[in-house]
């Protein structure tokens, strides 16, 4: 542990800039490579030849969005290229694990995602499926695949997810996972409350001018008129005990694998404490398990 936190910190460069935008290329885009990145420049990396199938790979999920139950919830492309890459190397360099450099993008329809075990959806309170796509992704869960949800925030949003998933699994509930579980200790041994691993967006961490992560210690978001203050881990588990879909609430971890190299403090204390160690965590033990 003390070694991944050594290579963490090695990639902070103290670059500042940023931002966001919709780009055409989101629309027809197969890979993350094939889009323009945002932060600072995403690392490059190469496995095997031959063995370019026989890797992890992200697997972003392109869909339909409803804005009616919460105006603040977000698009599917939030943080994209740059937290799929950046999250990508640090699992081929934190664990032995081997990952796909490009990372992937789906539709739900997409012939290929029974080739994806595990698949990513970001700021699921706007969550719109298709009726064509509910089946797809019900045999995709039941069949061994796994659905990880994150970076929505209060009570609107979840529920507009967990709507969306009822439909898909309407046997299954949600549970919450104690920080006993094992996935919290199978790379990083993560200890503490569940809070503790708790990212907010950037512009609460560091980019605005109040800074309230930085100067307030505010770890939340406020949306819908609530505070989000209570991070939430939960899971829906198959017959044999196996998770099909985990969702990561009120946190934005892909804002902290997105935003490696352009702020400090907020690389320090949320991407290298929290955001890497805890989706590091949830891959390698979902893959193992």
């Known amino acids: ?29 197969r890979t993350a490579r094939e889009v323009p990145w945002h932060s600072t420049a995403p690392p490059n990396w190469t496995n095997a030849l031959g063995f370019d199938k026989d890797v992890f790979a ?23 290229p740059d937290s799929d890459l950046n999250l990508s190397f640090r699992l081929q ?3 032995s694990m081997k990952v796909d450099p490009n990372g992937r993008v789906l539709d739900l329809t997409d ?10 959806m970001v700021e699921p309170g706007s969550l719109l499926l298709r009726d064509e796509e509910f089946p797809v992704l019900r045999k995709y869960l039941l069949n061994g695949g796994v659905l990880m949800a994150d970076d929505f ?15 898909v699994l309407p046997d299954r509930e949600f549970v919450e996972l104690p920080m006993e579980h094992p996935l919290f200790h199978c790379v ?10 708790q990212t907010p967006n950037v512009g609460v961490g560091e980019e605005s001018q109040y800074a309230e992560s930085r100067y307030h210690g505010v770890t939340w978001e406020y949306h819908d008129g609530e505070q989000c203050k209570e991070m939430h881990v939960r899971a829906i588990f198959d017959d044999k ?38 989706g590091i965590n949830i891959i390698f033990y979902l893959m193992t398990h």
């Open 153 to 167: 925030w209060g009570e609107r949003q979840w529920e507009v997810f967990r709507r969306q998933i009822k439909r």
């Open 1 to 29: 542990m003390l070694a991944a936190a050594v290579a963490l910190a090695q990639r902070w460069r103290g670059r500042w800039g940023g931002g966001e935008g919709w780009s055409p290329e989101f629309e027809t885009c």
């Open 188 to 197: 990083f041994d993560l200890k503490g409350p569940k809070n503790s691993l």
């Open 58 to 80: 992200f697997a972003r999920i392109r869909r339909e969005e409803e804005h009616n139950s919460s105006q603040r919830a977000g698009t599917w492309w939030t943080d994209f």
């Open 93 to 95: 360099q934190m664990t």
């Open 111 to 120: 012939p290929d995602l029974f080739n994806y075990p595990w698949i990513y």
């Open 241 to 278: 005990g196996r998770i099909m879909v985990i969702a990561t609430h009120n946190t934005d971890n892909g804002d902290g694998w997105e935003r490696e190299g352009e702020y400090e403090y907020f690389f320090r204390e949320f991407s290298e404490k929290r955001a890497f160690p805890l």
